[in-house]
């Protein structure tokens, strides 16, 4: 494949997005985008600016002054990347249950969108990336040399999400949600980013409710020699 190969990583929440394109980006030896980490990165800033989350005015003035960065982990906790904003290294901080909540509120704005977009544009430009996100190949990366859709049940990505949050929060943890709390959100997310979850016309689509995250690497790299 040619150096300034861009790979677009699109589908629903919990689909597998994030560690199908870490693993992938590792392998490759390429830069790992996960976009949803920037959209997060502002949410947390508006939260804690106290911001309304419906007013996507003030949310796309943030989102033009705010430096958010997303680079290689440079502390092994368990990241795949850290997210600083204006310096601040809020990695963990943008996975909190109110970040989470609000999320697919803030990034719904088109004030928000069109600022981020271009950011994202501006990252990839160099090539040798796998963006992963809702949209990417749809209508960040249009022109992306290889594009794939993950997508499964809804009931697969919940539990998929709780098993993430398991992990990560411990079974005893006040902010562990239910199983049950997890897929309202996940049903909750789907309806705001419907109109963004379309896959590309010429996006690959791959249904991973009974594949393993090595299995579905093996189908992308099979496609991917294929081009």
Known sequence: MEQAERIAIDGPAGAGKSTVGERLAR????LYIDTGAMYRALTWLALQRGLDPHDGEALGRLAREASIVIGYPHIDDGRQYTV????EDVTWAIRSPEVTRTVSL????????????????????????VMVGRDIGAVVLPDAELKIY???SLEERGRRRYAELLERLGRDHPALPSFEEVLADIRRRDEI????MQPAPDAIV????????????????HIRGKR
Not at 84 to 87: E, L, S
Not at 107 to 121: G, K
Not at 212 to 220: G, Y
């Open 27 to 30: 392998c490759l030896g390429y």
């Open 206 to 221: 791959i249904e991973t409710d009974h594949l393993s995250v090595a299995q579905v690497l093996e189908r992308i790299c």
């Open 150 to 152: 993950l997508t499964a």
């Open 193 to 196: 980013d419907r109109d963004n």
């Open 84 to 87: 600083t904003v204006n310096g």
């Open 106 to 129: 803030v990034s719904s704005h088109p004030e928000v969108r069109r600022v981020l977009i271009e950011a994202q544009r501006a990252l990839a430009r160099a090539g040798r990336v």
